[in-house]
């Protein structure tokens, strides 16, 4: 299952049709990346790889929330915002 997992987040991340998807792939990626690392921690009995696990999962919130900066600041595209049409002059009170 896990193999499943990172066979279509490589392929998201190198197929995806825009940014967003590509993040997506990557978040995936790292999820399962730190779900293997956890799995091979307990089976080698090694503790350090659950300290690695733990920096990925870090480091994909990061992007997780670098990603939500960006798109916020980024104008729509159908003029549109926060999910309503923008209103015009006169129904802003302005002439």
Same mark, same amino acid.
């Given at each position: 299952? *896990? !193999?499943?997992? %990172?066979?279509? +987040?490589?392929?998201?991340?190198? #197929? $995806?049709? /825009?940014?967003? /998807?590509?993040? &997506? $792939? %990557?978040? %995936? *990626?790292?999820?399962?990346?730190?779900?293997?690392?956890?799995? %091979?921690?307990?089976?080698? /009995?090694?503790? !350090?790889?659950?300290?690695? &696990?733990?920096?990925?999962?870090? *480091? !994909?919130?990061?992007?997780?929330?670098?990603?939500?900066?960006?798109?916020?600041?980024?104008?729509? &595209?159908? +003029?549109?915002? #926060? +999910?309503?049409? #923008? &209103?015009? $002059? !006169?129904?802003? +009170?302005?002439?």
């Amino acid at each position: 299952m *896990l !193999a499943a997992n %990172l066979l279509v +987040g490589v392929l998201r991340v190198s #197929r $995806g049709p /825009d940014v967003r /998807d590509r993040i &997506a $792939g %990557l978040i %995936l *990626l790292s999820t399962t990346g730190t779900a293997v690392l956890l799995v %091979l921690a307990h089976t080698v /009995d090694e503790p !350090a790889l659950r300290v690695v &696990a733990a920096v990925v999962v870090a *480091l !994909a919130a990061v992007i997780v929330v670098s990603l939500v900066v960006h798109e916020r600041g980024r104008p729509r &595209a159908s +003029g549109t915002e #926060r +999910g309503r049409p #923008r &209103a015009s $002059g !006169a129904e802003r +009170g302005r002439p």
